[in-house]
């Protein structure tokens, strides 16, 4: 039974198109994270959201926004994708804070043209 | 300064060897939390462990164990007879803290080979 669900699995877009990655989640955990990660290197955590509240990493774009409309869906918008933001996506969920275990979903593949 | 080293960044080993993935961690914090999770080349983060500061107990899963060690700052993980679906990258990570506020870190993970 899929926990996290994101869609597309791969996505690919033109430079500076506008994109969007969704995450749902049927565990009703309070926290949803956003993570990056480039080939061969430890994911990067973009931002989070602790219920509504919406907490972004310091070095995290401008380019990059977050919305949660509800408990179980986050989406992350690349509002001018560059070939640089070319990377897997993971969204990942906890029941409360990152001390606690993560679960996460098989990540978006995104590819930049 | 790392919080978590992964120092192996490729290990290979022949199906069936024992093979064993090296993590040090760094904090100041008294109350931590240490995770392993796998990564295989679905790209999926599969959960493996969680481990809190105050349990130094030794784990073992199948063919998993872990061992945590304080003194050392080490929680290492070992595949026993490893077999090919073993393949995959594997991330230490630490949580510091007990607040929504804390931080979490990955180590720069080890790529695991299983030679059939």
């Known amino acids: 039974d899929a926990m996290v669900i994101q869609n597309p699995r791969y996505q690919v877009t033109q430079f500076g198109k506008p994109v969007t990655l969704s995450c749902s989640q049927t565990l009703n955990h309070n926290v949803m994270y956003w993570y990056q990660q480039k080939s061969s290197q430890a994911p990067k955590l973009l931002f989070h959201y602790y219920d509504k509240d919406f907490n972004n990493e310091a070095d995290t774009p401008d380019n990059f926004q977050s919305r949660r409309p509800n408990t179980s869906f986050c989406f992350l918008d690349i509002r001018s994708p560059g070939l640089g933001d070319a990377a897997m996506y993971l969204c990942a969920t906890s029941r409360t804070g990152r001390w606690e275990t993560q679960y996460f979903g098989p990540g978006t593949r995104l590819l930049v043209l | 300064a790392q919080k978590v080293t992964q120092a192996q960044t490729e290990i290979s080993v022949v199906e069936k060897e024992d093979v064993t993935l090296d993590c040090v961690y760094e904090?100041?914090?008294?109350?931590?939390?240490l995770f392993w999770y796998k990564q295989p080349p679905s790209g999926e983060l599969v959960f493996l462990i969680r481990?809190?500061?105050?349990?130094?107990q030794n784990e073992i899963s199948g063919r998993y164990s872990w061992n945590f060690q304080k003194s050392t700052s080490s929680f290492n993980f070992t595949i026993t007879a490893s077999q090919v679906v073993d393949s995959a990258v594997y991330f230490c990570?630490?949580?510091?803290?007990?607040?929504?506020?804390?931080?979490?870190?990955f180590g720069t993970g080890t790529s695991l080979t299983v030679i059939p």
């Open positions: 990570a630490l949580s510091e803290g007990s607040n929504t506020g804390n931080q979490f870190y």
């Open positions: 904090t100041r914090d008294t109350t931590y939390y």
């Open positions: 481990r809190n500061s105050f349990d130094e």
